[in-house]
């Protein structure tokens, strides 16, 4: 029939079937594919465009000297701040009414031109008059002047949306209670409370202590899921000096956060979906006693120098004084520049206590002793005739006072600090060999003591160092001027007082240390024994305890009912204004069971200040001593050196 023909099947359409259905399972494959396979890819990009991080940081640990007084905490920081995200709706009503305004003010100037504006700087210019209105409601609470800036508030809008806009920072104690009491209810004015490090012994300790800053690298963020999310930081600091640096890594608090859903404009919706709070981080208890630090400080005054006391068996370091100081309390919560002048003007950012290289004096004597009776040059109560000058050479070496002692053994040139006798010793025993016994005793190098930036190029000189250092020899005079502590010897005062606890122990080291360890475990100082006889030891004791005594060169460290082992020096440096004097003073306590060395050390300042160890340092010593000796019962001390 005439429609058979459309009853048969046209071969060609196999194609066009087959092409479909390949069409159709590509496309059936391809929704599979994203919505199965790459169906937790999607969810995460979903969760990066809709989520944001903040991290917050923990508060640091506290730093506690030994008998848990607090040396660094934390204070309450109070800050007037806004959420923006709160006003939004205020934002769009002066929006609308600053281009109502402008619209308003053109038709009356420019009737006939086209209305032109531009929309994003009316935007800023808008949320900018919205938060000065808050702004003005707390300068009128406090009396204050401040205002906001569009530049500000666009720096916190792209980098901090999510985050507190601050209105006011740092408030004092009482403008934060006169705003909870006098701002109106319902004001989204919020006070918000984060922490700065609080310092309550001002400039005390503060080399020691050292202070923070803000942390350049940013918050760790060990604590919070979603790492590939967008994330806003709050401020966080770390240790740049002292405790503070050296033990930053405990001191960190473990940071929280928070995760927010944000809309279209980036704003977050009521409440996060993930909440963990932050952990502050673990104390640090120092060897330091705030008593003892305190009547160092108080007794150098405002001289220049430093001060340091060690526990003799632990070498934990009881007194850590540096002059000048500075407040710690104008470096937090950031360094106000007037007091960053001032510091560097007066060079108080310098811890003399471990980067103070300085000649050491007379109380380098006992070191030469030391090596003299070692190699067999010297006898303990062997006479030398002492006068006014010893010549070595063609030059005459003076003695310290104009009188002649006239015949003296070790325990009356100690006890007077006669140079002649120690011209005459150092000459029989040599350089090398007080040098070496020098270096043995630690002078050579740093004590590893665990604040930052100790010094390192302390000086033991040999005729091999001056021979590489400016190429000339060794002389006869370069070996009497060390045998007394001057020429080209420079140590810190921290090694000095490492080394008079060595000497009080009868051993060569001492392992200094500013940690507290309450279990008082017994501690290996490494070294080995001085290698002194009872009667060689003795005359260097009896000596020192003499010089400490009436008549004494170090008379003014003299601590009723306590019978101390002390040395003075005098020593000259050259600076560009001319020579400098220092005044030492270096000694321990009980002598017959010594607990505690002493080591102080204090500049003039100017050419013709007349310091000397016995009228400056030593009352130091003795401020130290009396405060360390004031809760200790004596009699119980001097049973157990028996």
């Known amino acids: 029939m005439q429609f058979d023909k459309f009853k048969q099947w046209n071969p ?23 919505q199965l396979i790459l169906r937790g890819e999607w969810k995460q990009k979903e969760e990066r465009q809709n989520m944001r991080r903040v991290i917050q940081p923990g508060p640091r640990g506290d730093i506690l000297d030994r008998h848990g007084n607090i ?3 934390n204070r309450p920081r109070f800050s007037a701040v806004v959420y923006l995200r709160e006003l939004r709706e205020e934002f769009d009503k002066e929006y609308s009414k600053l281009l109502n305004e402008m619209r308003e003010k053109h038709r009356a100037d420019n009737p006939n031109e086209p209305f032109r504006f531009d929309w994003q700087e009316l935007r800023w210019e808008s949320r900018q008059r919205v938060l000065q209105r808050y702004t003005d409601q707390i300068n009128a609470v406090l009396g204050t002047d401040k205002t906001v800036s569009i530049r500000d508030l666009q720096r916190h809008y792209w980098s901090k949306l999510l985050m507190p806009f601050p209105l006011a920072s740092d408030l004092e104690p009482e403008e934060y209670a006169r705003l909870i009491e ?15 490090r609080d310092y309550p012994f001002g400039p005390t300790a503060c080399h020691t202590l050292g202070y923070v800053v803000a942390n350049p690298t940013g918050l760790k963020e060990d604590a919070l899921p979603g790492e590939d999310l967008k994330t806003f930081h709050y401020k966080s600091e770390v240790g740049k000096n002292g405790l503070e640096r050296a033990f930053d890594k405990e001191l960190q608090g473990t940071s929280g956060g928070e995760i927010w859903v944000v809309d279209r404009f980036q704003f977050q919706y009521d409440k996060p979906l993930v909440e963990i709070p932050a952990k502050q981080g673990n104390d640090v208890i120092t060897s330091l006693d705030i008593d003892m630090q305190l009547a160092a400080e108080e007794a150098m005054g405002e001289k220049t120098g430093a001060a340091v006391a060690i526990d003799i068996k632990t070498g934990e370091v009881l007194v850590m004084a540096s002059k000048p100081g500075y407040n710690l309390n104008d470096f937090s919560p950031f360094i106000r520049q007037e007091a960053w002048d001032k510091a560097v003007e007066e060079g ?21 002793a030391i090596a003299a009776m070692r190699n067999n040059v010297l006898e303990p109560d062997e006479i030398l005739q002492c006068g006014t000058h010893y010549r070595v050479g063609n030059r005459l070496f003076p003695e310290h006072s104009h009188a002649s002692f006239g015949e003296v053994d070790l325990r009356k040139a100690l006890k007077k600090s006669s140079n002649v006798f120690f011209y005459q010793v150092g000459l029989r025993t040599g350089i090398d060999k007080i040098a070496a016994e020098a270096k043995r005793l630690g002078l050579g190098e740093p004590t590893g ?30 070996t009497a001027n060390v045998a007394i502590g001057q020429g080209d010897l420079f140590v810190t005062p921290l090694q000095m007082a490492a080394y008079a606890a060595s000497m009080a122990r009868r051993e060569t080291r001492t392992r200094v240390t500013l ?36 008549g004494g060169t170090a008379r003014f460290a003299m601590v009723d009912g306590v019978q101390i082992a002390g040395k003075t020096g005098t020593a000259q440096v050259k600076r560009p204004s001319g020579k400098i004097t220092l005044a030492w003073f270096l000694g321990f306590a009980p002598a017959e069971n010594p607990q505690i060395a002493v080591a102080v050390v ?13 009228k ?18 004596l009699s119980d001390l001097l049973a157990q050196g028996e």
Not at 515 to 532: F, I, T
Not at 602 to 614: K, S, T
Not at 616 to 633: H, L, Q
């Open 12 to 34: 060609r359409l196999n194609m066009f079937f087959v092409a479909l259905g390949v069409m159709v399972f590509v496309l059936a494959s391809g929704l599979a594919w994203r």
């Open 71 to 73: 040396l660094v905490g």
């Open 182 to 196: 006098q701002l109106p209810l319902g004001s989204p004015i919020d006070i918000y409370t984060d922490t700065a």
């Open 348 to 368: 108080a950012l310098y811890n003399r206590a471990t980067q103070g290289l300085y000649a050491p004096g007379s109380t380098f004597k006992m070191i030469t």
């Open 449 to 478: 003591i665990e604040v930052p930036f100790e010094a390192t190029r302390m000086i033991v000189p040999t005729p091999e160092w001056k021979k590489e250092r400016d190429g000339r020899n060794w002389n006869p005079g370069d």
């Open 515 to 550: 940690l507290h360890d309450p279990a008082q475990k017994p501690v290996d100082h490494g070294g080995e024994p001085l290698g002194l006889s009872d009667e060689e030891y003795r005359a260097i004791v009896e000596g020192m305890e003499a010089a400490a005594g009436p």
């Open 602 to 614: 204090m500049e003039g300042l100017v050419p013709g200040d007349h310091y000397a160890g016995g």
């Open 616 to 633: 400056t340092a030593a009352p130091v010593a003795r401020a130290i001593f009396e405060s360390y000796f004031a809760d200790k019962d």
